[in-house]
């Protein structure tokens, strides 16, 4: 059978590119697209790139955990959906780093180990209950919205152009992640109670996402200086907190490190499931 | 609900002159080859075996994500993982437009989905095997995915209105399935050894069930007339089974892998293809339960049915106070 005739026996029913769930949406950068056309970034601009697609890559890694166990259908959808993203963002992120050490996304997610993976401890966390992940949900996105608005204005080209793709993204993510919150705050006396619950248990992890390291200073211009976002994030965060008629919790602030290399105990877990088969097979192609 | 009783009222009296105007109108719509709609008057065992079909249609796509979930987590490389991804979360979605086209057929979903998490439906019994391997993933979509079109696109046809627009959204979507698994199999059997061994077996172990997927033999399918006389089905088991074996019979080859039936021939004769025999005591074992997967299954939809109750209850709770501050 010829390429064409397999073409058309398969196409035969519709169209093969035809996803409810668009891979990568119409005309929008893609992973592809770096890879091929990429400026090679600095070591600098890799390292800076490699935690952002890190944080991305760990937290749609937790994600993808939910699809086919959501409360309802409709959730199946959005959380697939957010993962979907999550994913996407992490692509181009971490092929742009890549293309400074000359390797590819696949190289970086599989066959780094642990204490390479710059991810922040609150992606890693678990799922939990719904509560959970949707609160974790609404702050990593309002922060990233945050960062992606400024990162929008970086003089690297390629990391602005990522940011405007993912921008609009993230958005979704903490729109949905408010409405939730507002409706499991205000729903009955045990949501309210899980949520609180959800909210102390992540707390902690808060501060890391905002610690400026070095590499920003050397980044200027460039990278998003994380502490430059906190006001904003603190504000949003206790809006949406008090209309759901929650507060922020009194809890203390967990010593991290994820940006050095410094995980959880649940990172082993989330990696050796992650990269077990690729690592069985080094070398294949998929 | 009260459109049910009613038929059934209808049904149980001796036919009045209105009512066989309406057989009539019903008659003359399935002979021009129009479509009902919900609001149209149609015979009690139509409604029943749509309502049957649909739904079992709908849990076979809910229940049918299980298996290539079970590999998102793992998939060998992101772009496969993406492609993963999104193909699970379409049949999340023709979930939802099934539910929909039965909910016109007048059974809430929330009936529909405890008729599946109580047993009293069935689903697609194939998702009732384990996903092993990666492999499995390109078989599945390759040959479930492609013996779901092969079934589907005729239904894109069926007299029932909702139903049929339903499968047209499904079927686009269904082809970029097959052809996602398909190449998840052209790049195994073009890689090592042990890749082209784990495409081997995925194949071998899918294939049959597949097949089966087309039910049982014509002579055995007491229920397929009647579906073709009211053109909800527009062919037989046999005839689709057959279609779809000649089918994946030339696609293999593309592979350099094969399909594990030595009595596989296009016969010229006839002008169809023949296959074995399909071991049809498995299938109904696997119907009855008794699959490998059958019991996890079912306690893995239970168990987010359970665990997602609280978030329910608080999102109606919600709407409630929402609803009665509008008024006040
Ligand atoms: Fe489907
Ligand atoms: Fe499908």
């Known amino acids: ?286 | 609900m009260a459109a049910t009783t009613q038929n059934d009222s209808q049904l149980s009296a001796v036919p009045s002159y209105e009512q066989e105007q309406a057989q009539a109108r019903f008659d003359a719509i399935i002979g021009d080859d129009s479509r009902i709609e919900p609001r149209d008057w149609m015979p009690e065992p139509y409604r029943k075996t749509l309502t049957r079909q649909v739904s079992q249609h709908a849990h076979s796509e809910i229940i049918g994500m299980q298996p290539e979930a079970n590999w998102i987590t793992r998939a060998p490389s992101l772009k496969r993982k993406a492609i993963l991804i999104a193909k699970v979360q379409d049949e999340a979605g023709h979930g939802l437009y099934l539910y929909s086209a039965a909910e016109t057929l007048g059974t809430s979903r929330d009936e529909l989905n405890d008729q599946l998490l109580t047993g009293r439906a069935k689903y697609s019994s194939i998702f009732n095997y384990p996903a092993r391997t990666w492999a499995d993933m390109g078989a599945i979509g390759w040959l479930v995915d492609g013996a779901a079109i092969a079934n589907q696109v005729p239904l894109c046809r069926a007299s029932y209105g909702p139903y049929g627009r339903a499968m047209v959204r499904i079927c686009k979507e269904e082809s970029f399935h097959q052809r996602q698994g398909f190449e998840i199999l052209l790049s195994l059997s073009r890689g090592t050894e042990a890749q082209k061994k784990m495409a081997q077996d995925a194949i071998n172990r899918f294939y049959e069930p597949s097949l089966m997927m087309f039910g049982p033999p014509d002579d055995q399918s007491p229920n397929s007339k009647q579906s073709m006389a009211w053109k909800i089905k527009r062919f037989s088991n046999d005839d689709l089974r057959q279609r779809f074996v000649g089918m994946i019979a030339e696609q293999v080859k593309v592979l350099g892998l094969t399909l594990p039936d030595p009595e596989l021939r296009f016969d010229e004769e006839t002008g169809k293809w023949l296959h074995k025999d399909l071991n049809w005591d498995e299938f109904m074992a696997v119907i009855k339960g008794g699959g490998p997967m059958n019991s996890q299954r079912m306690e893995r939809r239970r168990a987010a049915h359970r665990e997602g109750a609280w978030v329910r209850e608080a999102a109606a709770a919600y709407a409630n106070k929402q609803a009665q501050s509008e008024v006040a």
């Not at chain 1, 169209?15 to 769930?21: F, G, H, K, P, V």
């Not at chain 1, 749609?60 to 994913?87: F, K, Y």
């Not at chain 1, 919205?145 to 958005?171: C, G, N, P, Q």
């Open chain 1, 1 to 286: 059978m010829k390429s064409d005739e397999l073409d058309a026996t398969l196409d035969s029913f519709g169209d093969a590119l035809a996803s409810a769930t668009r891979v990568t949406p119409g005309n929008a950068l893609r992973p592809e697209d770096i890879a091929k056309d990429g400026v090679k970034p600095s070591e600098q601009i890799a390292q800076y790139a490699l935690r952002l697609g890190d944080d991305s890559l760990i937290l749609s890694q937790r994600m993808s955990h939910w699809v086919s166990r959501a409360p309802e259908l409709e959730e199946d959808v959005a959380l697939g959906n957010i993962t979907l993203d999550l994913l996407g963002h992490a692509r181009s992120f971490l092929t742009y780093a890549g293309l400074a050490w000359d390797k590819t996304e696949d190289d970086l997610a599989y066959f780094r180990e642990e204490e390479e993976f710059t991810s922040l401890h609150i992606v890693e966390q678990d799922n939990g209950h719904f509560g959970v992940t949707i609160i974790r949900m609404l702050l990593v996105a309002t922060y990233q919205h945050l960062l992606y608005t400024a990162l929008m204005e970086s003089a690297d080209e390629t990391l602005s152009a990522i940011a405007a793709k993912s921008v609009k993204e993230v958005d979704y993510h903490r729109d949905h992640a408010i409405q939730w919150t507002i409706r499991l705050g205000l729903g009955t006396e045990e949501s309210a109670e899980k949520m609180r619950h959800a909210l102390e248990i992540l707390w902690p992890y808060i501060d890391e996402m905002f610690t400026d390291e070095p590499l920003h200073d050397q980044l200027e211009g460039v990278a998003v200086r994380p502490s430059t976002l906190r006001a904003a994030w603190d504000q949003e965060i206790a809006g949406v907190l008090d209309e759901a008629g929650l507060e922020v919790p009194n809890v203390p602030q967990a010593m991290c490190k994820g940006r050095q290399g410094e995980h959880s105990e649940y990172m082993g877990y989330i990696l050796a499931e992650m990269q077990v088969l690729a690592r069985k097979h080094p070398g294949a192609t998929w």
